[in-house]
């Protein structure tokens, strides 16, 4: 990976420079946001003791008084329950050493977690909204349209909602396990303008900058293939669950509704004023955007199931074709009709992402065949599309 300033990766000015035009262009979705999600990392929140950097959480909660105060709308996203929670009940490896020790001081944590969230925020004459949130919150479309609701209102009323993922009750197999993608998801849900990752990094890197002398950082993002290579580079705590790849993955989640993300340093007293005035950081542009229900399906975690499709289909669907049984050349998984899957092409790539219009074993009977003859398989009348185009998105 050798992009840098000057590349088609990074349209920005060099990271040594100081702000001017070009920052002030990458940084102005992020000034003008009506809506703000902030997200903030494990390493952040809590020192190497599991105590809190309550001194560092005052300055986060002044810069948002400040956006505020702008009339700018603040979301925050904040990580921090386990590792405050595993230093009250005296749990080993930070309460990460089994998944029950995780939950039970998700528990404890998340108590104190709000507890320092309100009160920071009351002293700015703001109030703070705890929602805590699981996976199926969001993959489950009524509960995305509630929690969407129940976040306008909040916004609407000028409070602060703090969002963190559900750790007392989510499982291995059924959790987002970063907050970074939570924040994505939850921008889709509030309709945010923008995303401001806070991390223990201060961006994307042409390499691990632990690892590799001269890597450096990458101003700006517009092609997300063309930095795939520099994803390695994870959290330098060994706090938090996420990690560059994980930042990648939310960009892409805010990129399919259009909203533009950004990575900077927490670390250092007033992190969201610092990076809003220099913008130090990694800015990924937001991409065209999607209708609402299009950019909730590319966000899901976890899918039904796949269908290989032939290259004639492949083809189709990028021409915006409904994908018909007659391109699909075998079934994976067990689902239902209305279940999410993914499409891949014949190099076993998921190309497209979309509601499926029949349960598994009816599309592994009609595969292969022409529309013509399914009626004699299945017995019924068969539907327009096994997934119509108004319900799939391209990957």
């Known amino acids: ?50 105590s809190a950097r309550r001194e560092w959480i005052e300055t986060l909660a002044a810069d948002a008084a400040a956006c505020c105060a702008r009339g700018q709308r603040v979301i925050l996203v904040s990580s921090g329950a386990i590792a405050l929670g595993a230093r009250a009940l005296g749990l080993k490896a930070g309460g990460r050493a089994s998944l029950e020790d995780a939950q039970a001081a998700a528990a404890v944590g998340q108590i104190r977690l709000a507890g320092l969230w309100a009160e920071a925020l009351d002293r700015h004459a703001l109030a703070a909204a705890q929602m805590l949130v699981t996976l199926g919150d969001f993959e489950d479309r009524r509960r995305w349209l509630n929690a969407a609701a129940t976040l306008d ?23 987002f396990g970063d907050n970074d993608r939570l924040a994505a998801r939850v921008a889709q849900a509030a309709r945010a303008d923008a995303v401001i990752l806070l991390s223990d990094v201060d961006g994307l890197y042409t390499a691990n900058p632990d690892r590799t002398p001269g890597a450096r950082r990458i101003d700006t993002v517009a092609d997300l293939d063309a930095v795939a290579g520099a994803a390695d580079s994870g959290s ?40 809003l005035a220099t913008g130090e950081g990694t800015v990924f542009p937001a991409g065209a955007g999607a209708p609402s229900r299009k950019a909730w399906l590319v966000g899901r975690m976890v899918v039904a199931g796949r269908l290989r499709i032939d290259q004639g289909a492949a083809e189709a669907l990028r021409r915006g074709r409904s994908l018909l049984a007659a391109g699909i ?67």
Not at 30 to 50: M, N, Q, T
């Open 1 to 50: 990976m050798t992009a840098g300033p000057g590349t088609a990766a990074d349209a920005g000015a060099d990271p040594g420079a100081g702000p001017g035009a070009a920052a002030d262009g990458r940084l102005a979705p992020f000034r003008s946001a009506g809506r703000l999600v902030v997200k903030v990392g494990s390493s952040l929140l809590v020192a190497a003791d599991g």
């Open 329 to 395: 050349t075998a079934v994976e998984g067990v689902f239902a009709r209305g279940d999410a899957v993914d499409v891949l092409d014949p190099e076993g790539r998921a190309i497209a992402r979309g509601l499926v219009a029949y349960d598994a074993g009816e599309v592994a009977r009609i595969a292969g065949r022409r529309s013509d003859a399914i009626a004699a398989i299945l017995g019924y009348a068969p539907r327009a599309a096994v997934i119509h185009r108004d319900q799939m998105v391209m990957l």
């Open 153 to 175: 209102r909040l916004v609407t009323l000028g409070v602060v909602p703090v969002l963190n993922e559900n750790d007392s009750v989510a499982t291995e197999e059924i959790r």
């Open 236 to 275: 330098r705590s060994g706090m938090g669950s996420g990690g560059m790849a994980a930042k990648l993955e939310a960009v892409r989640i805010a990129r399919a509704a259009g909203i533009p993300l950004a990575i900077a340093a927490g670390a250092g007293a007033h992190p969201l004023a610092r990076f």
